[in-house]
């Protein structure tokens, strides 16, 4: 298990304790922001994506084995890596569609980048399931809503570019929710699973910050399910299947122990207009059911 351990930086909006926490708090933020940029200038090549997989792999201790604090045995146990991953999702995850005709370098190069972006996803969630310490779980999810998967102020977008903006990329484009490999909905899930296990009593706050994090994490998963209510009632056939198969059911379920009653009365009325039939004249199936998520 990780000892208990700062992210390099904290997410933005973190509140600071202490008198030189001002200080601290705007060196860490330096910090964060040239490590962020060396990350990105990595994650815009495939070799460096890979290795950004193999690097997460490495901070899993073995299971079974003792690892002893400041990373003995060649194993450097710390999240910084992580935390710079949950900031920068979307530049992991949200790959653009493909055109219809992509030649087939361009196929096998998506290929590629599928088959790298799920190491990395499944890496992550390795690392997330061995974390023990309740305040290194909430700086995870403090990571995510303080990074980029948030989307930009709506201003003068239009409407249907807000929606767009909304939605998250938590599957790969065309896969669907319930078929592939790992993504960014079993990152998120994991992260929500984890601190769930590691709160002191069922259905507490794991740490003090969490409530704070959750708070601004719920609006994106409301957000992304209302795009996909929007997209479920445009009249098309295919959008409508399209946004049914996209319903993140292991991520609602993830959500549900950490959300308040209204929160969960909110994703239930999404989940029930999601599996209605859609306003067309032809018929789409296999819409999921309701009873595959828990009522709480």
Do not use: M
Not at 33 to 59: E, P, S
Not at 101 to 120: M, N, S, T, Y
Not at 154 to 165: G, L, P, S
Not at 222 to 229: F, R, T
């Amino acid at each position: 298990a990780f000892p208990a351990q700062a992210p390099a930086a904290p997410a933005a909006g973190t509140p600071a304790s202490g008198e030189k926490s001002g200080k601290r708090k705007g060196k860490k933020g330096k910090e964060a922001a040239a490590n962020d940029g060396v990350l990105r200038r990595l994650l815009a090549v495939r070799k460096g994506r890979d290795l950004l997989a193999r690097a997460l792999a490495l901070t899993v201790p073995p299971q079974g084995t003792h690892v002893e604090p400041g990373g003995r045995g060649g194993q450097q146990h710390n999240l910084v890596l992580l935390f710079a991953l949950l900031r920068n999702l979307r530049l992991v995850f949200d790959l653009p569609p493909l055109p219809p005709k992509a030649d087939d370098v361009a196929r096998q190069d998506r290929a590629e980048d599928l088959v790298v972006g799920a190491r990395i996803a499944a890496a992550a969630c390795d690392v997330v399931r061995r974390v023990d310490n309740p305040a290194a779980v909430a700086a995870a999810l403090a990571a995510v809503v303080g990074g980029d998967l948030s989307p930009p102020p709506a201003r003068d977008t239009a409407e249907d570019d807000r929606a767009a903006a909304a939605l998250l990329p938590l599957y790969p484009p065309g896969a669907v929710a319930a078929g592939g490999g790992p993504w960014l909905a079993e990152v998120l899930a994991a992260v929500l699973v984890r601190a769930a296990a590691v709160a002191p009593t069922q259905g507490a706050a794991p740490a003090p910050s969490w409530p704070a994090a959750w708070d601004a994490f719920s609006p994106l998963l409301s957000g992304h399910l209302a795009a996909l209510k929007a997209l479920h009632a445009s009249g098309d056939a295919v959008s409508a299947k399209e946004a049914q198969d996209a319903v993140p059911v292991v991520l609602i379920r993830a959500a549900l122990p950490h959300s308040s009653a209204s929160q969960r009365a909110a994703i239930h009325a999404s989940l029930a207009q999601l599996t209605q039939q859609p306003p067309v004249s032809s018929p789409v199936q296999g819409a999921p059911s309701p009873a595959a998520v828990p009522p709480s």
